[in-house]
Structure formats: C-alpha cells, structure tokens
C-alpha cells in the first residue's frame, strides 16, 4: 500500500497530465469544464482520497487536517480499506458525504431544502458530470496504485 505522498505523486504528476492529454485528443472539451475537472481531480488526491476512512488520525491543526473536517465523522462509521476503497461505491459515498453536510448547512441557513428538480438538474449539468469524473478518476488512480505491491 502506497502512502500518502507517493499516491499524491503519481496522481498529480503521473496520471492527471496523461488524464489531461487523452481528454483533450478524445473529447474536446471547453476550457472551463477542464478546468472544474482539473480542480475536482486534485481536491480528490489531497483531500478527498479513499483514505479519508482514517480521516480522524490526520493532525487536525494542518491544511489537509482542516480541510478533511467534513470527512472526520465519515472515518468513524467507515472501516479502512472498506467501501471507501471501492472504485464506484467509494466516489459516490463521499460525494453524497459531503453533499449531505452541504445540504444540512443550506437547510440551517435557509430552513429548506432543495427541490427534486434542482438535484436533477444539478446532476444532469455538464459541469457537475466533469467534476464528478475528476473525483472518480483521481480515486481510480489512488486505488490502482493500492493494489501495486509495496515494497518492504
């Protein structure tokens, strides 16, 4: 099993430039949806990776510890290398994770939720599917490099 850095690594400078290439010569997509997915693939690798289940064991008072919070309770109802360590179930997991914290805080502030159709349109939205995909590609990769013996 790879640590932290090493998977850091690879996702960002291995994976993500050839991610990049084969987006651009397949598909064409626009600047600023490259640039979401960009953004959502390296929030994924540094603090949004499958290894979020051991989240509460990261330093609290450091950037990634700050910004793992949302995640801190998600450690303590998923067991490591469990669902979150599942290629499709683990994206999806912490996405309606985190969606599900965003939600309660929308519902705090305004005391309502949102509308079926606004969900509906949110997921149908180009951007959301490019977002989505950066997740779940830097995930692909994190758990890719997991399966790679390590060397001790």
């Known amino acids: 099993m790879a640590q932290y850095k090493t998977h850091a690594s690879f996702n960002i400078l291995l994976a993500l430039p050839a991610i990049i290439w084969g987006m651009i010569y397949f598909f ?6 490259l640039i979401i997915f ?15 289940d051991i989240a509460n064991k990261i330093k609290f008072f450091s950037i990634r510890g700050l910004l793992s919070i949302p995640f801190r309770s998600y450690s303590m109802i998923f067991r490591h290398r469990g669902i979150s ?3 499709f179930l683990g994206t999806i997991s912490r996405v309606l ?9 929308l519902f705090l502030i305004n005391r309502s939720t949102p509308k079926q159709n606004d969900i509906y349109s949110l997921i149908k939205n180009e951007k959301f599917i490019y977002g989505f995909f950066g997740i ?4 692909f990769c994190h758990i890719l490099l997991d399966l ?4 001790n």
Do not use: Q
């Open 97 to 105: 994770w985190l969606a599900a914290i965003l939600f309660l805080i």
């Open 136 to 139: 779940f590609l830097a995930d």
């Open 28 to 33: 064409h997509p626009a600047l600023n949806l």
């Open 85 to 87: 360590h599942s290629i």
């Open 38 to 52: 960009i953004g959502c693939y390296i929030y994924a690798t540094l603090f949004m990776n499958p290894d979020l």
């Open 148 to 151: 790679k013996p390590s060397k």
